[in-house]
């Protein structure tokens, strides 16, 4: 297992609602990021966090929004629940932002929280 | 023109059988390049990264091909346990923000 965790890992909401989901990392690593992934399709990128700060972010609007924290733990939010948000929202942490010589750029992700929007 | 391409398939073939995947990108600042395998509503997990100079692992063999901008994966002697998505990764030099294409399907069927 990847030592990346998830919660929770289902969960159904109505449009309108705001949900936060949350991630903690591997050990050590210091990089998360965050994926949306829709039925059929491939892991779309929403944000990524490095030492607390965004460090970038996919095409999502801004009721999407994130933290982390100085454990490099994290949280997605998303305000104002569109049917459309259902999907499998994946995290990934990565080892090596900082430390290029250590960056295989290798993704360990979580086993993903799936929201359902009714 | 999405930035990683991948034909979606799916690729149903027989045990024993040799299959190849193609992904394109389109950035040619690209710098490092990954294949993942996802199974069926799990998370995806690296299967290989792909070097320059091309490498294997076992029945996998991963190809760059910088000047047409494609990788591909070759996976000989198909087993049952290959049938999953495999997912083409790429990223921008620098970025750390590896860009997923959405995915080729293969069923491998006895």
């Known amino acids: 297992e990847t030592g990346v965790t998830q919660s929770p890992t289902h969960l159904i909401k109505t449009r309108g609602q705001q949900v936060t989901l949350r991630c903690s990392s591997q050990?050590?690593?210091?990089?998360v990021s965050w994926y949306q992934q829709a039925l059929g399709q491939g892991p779309q990128f929403i944000f990524q966090?490095?030492?607390?700060?965004?460090?970038g972010r996919g095409n999502f609007p801004p009721r999407f929004s994130g933290l982390q924290f100085p454990n490099y733990s994290s949280e997605l939010n998303v305000n104002a629940l569109e049917l459309d948000d259902s999907a499998l929202y994946l995290c990934?942490?990565?080892?090596?932002?900082?430390?290029?010589?250590?960056?295989?750029?290798?993704?360990?992700f979580g086993e993903g929280s799936r929201l359902t929007v009714l | 023109r999405k930035e990683v391409e991948q034909d979606p398939g799916p690729f149903n073939v027989p045990e024993g059988a040799t299959v190849a995947f193609n992904c394109t990108y389109s950035?040619?600042?690209?710098?490092?390049f990954f294949w993942y395998r996802q199974d069926c509503r799990k998370e995806p997990k690296l299967l290989m990264s792909?070097?320059?100079s091309g490498n294997e692992d076992g029945r996998f063999t991963a190809q760059l091909n910088r000047a047409s901008q494609y990788i591909s994966l070759l996976i000989r002697d198909s087993k049952l346990s290959d049938s999953a998505t495999y997912l083409c990764?790429?990223?921008?030099?620098?970025?750390?923000?590896?860009?997923f294409g959405r995915g080729t399907s293969l069923i491998v069927h006895p």
């Open positions: 990764v790429v990223n921008e030099g620098g970025s750390y923000i590896p860009t």
């Open positions: 966090y490095y030492r607390e700060e965004e460090n």
């Open positions: 950035n040619s600042a690209s710098q490092s």
């Open positions: 990934a942490s990565s080892l090596g932002r900082g430390r290029p010589e250590l960056n295989t750029g290798e993704l360990f």
């Open positions: 050990s050590g690593h210091n990089t």
């Open positions: 792909v070097y320059s």
